[in-house]
């Protein structure tokens, strides 16, 4: 792995270098947010709650399994449990790239953890193992064209209340996999990485099976992010006796 960077920025020129990088990927979050506003609406959120909540909330799985929960009667604790569940894994991925945030002053630190997501965060990841940018500008303008075509997408849906209501069919819902495990194959060429992203994945599918729902995404964070910990100095100490 490459040295850590010593410092890091946040500027405009790191932003728009973000929004290009993720524009493509972006296309098929708008896909998924027409989806959302439509199904919002047929839960009975009105076309501004589903707007509102998308803009604000900017999570794609919690925001539809709160929907399966939406009713006259809503289970409150049930479901800030299950948001809970499905966003845990930003606890591990914010833990992961801190080494780099943390130069920045707490006010920028927080904005740009404040777009988190699953694709940016795999390119900032990558990106900083390799030594590539100190600009965490990248992380900001890729996170913000995926909350954008979110919100868009969702006021879409809202607006022509129609649209894709089965994205499996074309597809769409493998993409943001496949991108991440692109991402993987392009990182550090290090057997010792398999083994956590392993483990999370065994962890996952035994969680899928045997555990109630949504649990499946903390336990396989929590593991491979277990893992990770204890491999991660056993592999920083062979790289450094190569």
């Known amino acids: 792995m490459s040295s850590p960077l010593p410092s890091a920025r946040l500027d405009r020129a790191g932003i728009l270098i973000g929004l290009k990088r993720m524009a493509p990927i972006s296309l098929f979050t708008l896909a998924f947010g027409l989806a959302f506003g439509v199904a919002a609406l047929h839960r009975g959120l009105s076309g501004l709650e589903a707007v509102m909540m998308s803009g604000l909330v900017f999570a794609g799985p919690a925001q539809f399994a709160v929907l399966e929960m939406w009713g006259p009667e809503i289970p409150l604790v049930a479901l800030i449990a299950t948001t809970f569940a499905i966003n845990a894994r930003h606890l591990v991925m914010g833990a992961a790239i801190y080494p780099w945030l943390r130069h920045l002053p707490p006010r920028q630190r927080y904005l740009s953890l404040s777009l988190l997501s699953d694709s940016n965060w795999a390119m900032a990841a990558i990106d900083y193992q390799r030594g590539d ?63 956590p992203w392993g483990v999370a994945a065994l962890a996952t599918l035994a969680a899928l099976e045997w555990l109630p729902a949504n649990t499946h995404v903390i336990v396989g964070a929590l593991a491979g992010g277990g893992v990770g910990l204890l491999v991660s100095p056993r592999s920083a100490k062979q790289e450094a006796a190569s």
């Open 133 to 195: 940018t100190d600009n965490v500008g990248m992380l900001v303008g890729a996170g913000l064209a995926l909350w954008l075509a979110w919100l868009i997408g969702t006021l879409l849906g809202v607006v022509f209340s129609g649209g894709i209501t089965a994205p499996e069919r074309f597809g769409l819902d493998v993409i943001m996999s496949c991108f991440l495990m692109a991402m993987l194959m392009t990182g550090k060429r290090d057997l010792w990485v398999l083994l």
